[in-house]
């Protein structure tokens, strides 16, 4: 019997941050947690879950599964639940998770709540209550589910504090079972032609301690040099908002929101951003906010511990050279 | 659904009407029952923006290689200013989904109606949607629809063209793009990445205007309203307080205030 599953995710021989978060969270909901790996070879990563604190293992390894097509994935783990019977099944809001686990609940004709931020077994019925951001993070909403299972949840990358969970990160004895799946090549609808990486100098947004980014508010590409050399003062990368993304400013790697980057640096110095909820989504974990923003009204200022009203124009180069002294000095 | 392999391609491109996300969050309400965003002044009806993006790649490909576009949208009721936008940007024909009952779906109620309204429609070749609808963020109807349809589906695309019988798309992932095919008839959510929507043109926005939408209600299409039980609830819809007390520092002039800023957050360690 397990109580929750939860869908484990790994690249390279290792296993992706997101399956500790998943296992966090399932031990949250309580009862027995088991985690599923799918691969086409999981040499050596049956191993690296028992620090994680999870009741059971479950491989299934499969040729078919190499190369992560989202169509072998969904029809393996409709299989795993058909067998397993999950009360509740979690993935990860993941280039994988948020395709996976809304298929998979399509297919076993049951719901799916998307980028949850917490999950909890609900009062008397101990039905799941998913909390997830909506409207863009301006609203939040409390679901819960029929009463069919399993109840699918999808959780937000980062989202579950590890270690706050009693049982989570502790070593439990746990049993490995391995699943045989049936697939062929016929399940495979859409076909991976190439993967292109765009090499880039810059540093990673993801990891940064300090992000300056730029909006809409700059009216131009010109300013981003400017946003380049104050994040190369304090150690830093640049962002941007996504206007300033749709615009043609800055590369849509530059984009910072719900559909962007998520960032969680100690200091997030924004310039001529208008604070969209859109935008907070992906940088909501910053430990603090800067703002330059000529509306006094805007929402960001609503989120930044400092700030000020002003033209950027004005503002950001005196800023800049009172920085440059500080951090020579 | 029977494929054309013949004629230019049948595209027919999902979009929703949705309270504007630029709005600022202090406008919105939660209307009394809790369970969902009031009708607010403050917050006017716009088309979802991924769905206009999902528009300009039907108009790209239609400019390319030619096509038919037929525009999709479901609810309860619709602004038809809103709605219409699609065509004035170059669509061809409208089908509104209205019906009472498409009031409180869920992604699998919408993606359910959709289906059938798309079975109805028969012939096509390419389904567009945007990535995510902007008010619940689900990001669920669009796979909803492919796997009611057993039809191929691609997400986050910041390309799609179609050669021959496939729909050739670039996915956008985290530091790069994958490219993907599929064989048609096949459904692609675009992401905007793939560049900002066309404006309407005046004669577009006067041809649209004296277009008439196809109207099917739930009857028309044959729902079962049994199987458009919600499977997930909302117990409750709440606006988060957000008010970290911005500390404003004002000097003589902006670029004092720019000075002050830097000591400022010295004294603090931040930088």
């Not at chain 1, 939040?140 to 980062?158: C, D, E, H, L």
């Not at chain 2, 609830?233 to 004002?250: G, T």
Request: some cysteine; proline content about 4%.
């Amino acid at each position: 019997m397990v109580d929750v599953l939860a869908f484990g995710e790994h690249a390279g021989g290792k296993i992706a941050p997101i399956t500790a978060d998943l296992i966090a969270a399932a031990r949250g909901v309580g009862g027995r947690v088991a985690v599923v790996l799918m691969g086409g070879d999981l040499t050596g990563l049956e191993a690296q879950t028992a620090p994680l604190g999870v009741d059971k293992v479950y491989t299934v390894q499969h040729p078919l599964l190499a190369g992560e097509s989202v169509d072998m994935l969904v029809s393996a783990l409709e299989q795993v639940c058909r067998r397993v019977q999950p009360r509740v099944l979690l993935l990860g809001k993941t280039a994988i998770g948020r395709d996976v686990g809304p298929c998979v609940a399509f297919r076993l004709g049951v719901g799916a709540a998307q980028d949850s931020v917490a999950v909890e077994a609900g009062g008397q019925t101990g039905r799941i209550v998913a909390t997830r951001p909506v409207y863009g993070g301006t609203a939040m909403a409390k679901v819960t589910f029929g009463s069919s299972n399993p109840q699918v949840v999808i959780m937000r990358p980062g989202a579950v504090e590890r270690g706050s969970v009693p049982g989570a990160g502790e070593g439990v004895a746990e049993e490995a079972e391995a699943i045989e799946v049936e697939l062929d090549e016929s399940i495979r609808k859409v076909r991976h032609v190439e993967t292109v990486r765009k090499e880039s100098e810059r540093m990673r947004l993801d990891g940064a301690s300090v992000v300056v980014s730029g909006g809409r508010g700059l009216r131009g590409p010109e300013p981003f040099a400017m946003l380049e050399e104050l994040a190369g003062l304090l150690g830093g990368a640049v962002g941007a908002s996504r206007a300033a993304c749709d615009a043609g400013w800055v590369d849509h790697s530059y984009q910072i929101g719900l559909t962007g980057a998520t960032i969680r640096p100690d200091l997030y110095v924004t310039v001529g951003i208008s604070g969209a909820s859109q935008h907070m989504a992906g940088c909501s974990g910053a430990k603090r906010i800067v703002a330059i923003n000529k509306d006094a009204d805007a929402n960001i200022f609503k989120e930044a511990s400092f700030g000020v009203v002003g033209d950027w124009s004005k503002v950001l180069p005196s800023f800049m050279e009172a920085v440059r002294d500080l951090v020579r000095s | 659904m029977a494929v054309r392999r013949d004629a230019v391609a049948n595209i027919i491109v999902c979009v929703k009407q949705v309270p504007d996300p630029e709005a600022p969050p202090s406008a919105f309400r939660i209307d009394d029952g809790g369970k969902r965003i009031a009708d607010s002044p403050g917050v006017s009806s716009v088309l979802n923006g991924f769905d206009e993006n999902a528009v300009e790649a039907a108009l790209r490909i239609k400019d390319a290689a030619g096509g038919r576009i037929t525009v999709l949208s479901l609810g309860s009721a619709f602004a038809a200013d809103v709605v219409k936008k699609p065509l004035s940007m170059g669509a061809d024909d409208l089908v509104l989904l209205q019906d009472e009952t498409f009031d409180d779906l869920d992604s699998y109620g919408t993606a359910l109606v959709l289906s059938e309204a798309l079975k109805r429609i028969g012939e096509f070749d390419l389904v567009l949607c945007g990535r995510q609808a902007s008010d619940w963020d689900n990001a669920q109807a669009p796979l909803g629809i492919a796997e009611l349809l057993g039809i191929p589906c691609i997400t986050v695309a910041q390309k799609v063209e179609i050669n021959g019988g496939v729909v050739v798309a670039e996915r956008v992932l985290s530091g790069g793009y994958e490219v993907v095919e599929a064989d048609m008839p096949a459904l692609v959510t675009v992401s905007n990445e793939l560049g900002e929507p066309r404006y309407p043109t005046l004669r577009g926005i006067m041809t649209a205007g004296r277009k008439q939408p196809t109207v099917w209600s739930a009857d028309d299409l044959g729902i079962d309203r049994a199987r458009l039980e919600r499977r997930i609830r909302i117990m409750d819809l709440f606006l988060p307080v957000r008010d970290r007390q911005c500390e404003v520092i004002q000097g003589e002039d902006d670029a004092d205030s720019g000075r002050l800023l830097a000591l400022r957050l010295r004294e603090e360690k931040l930088i």
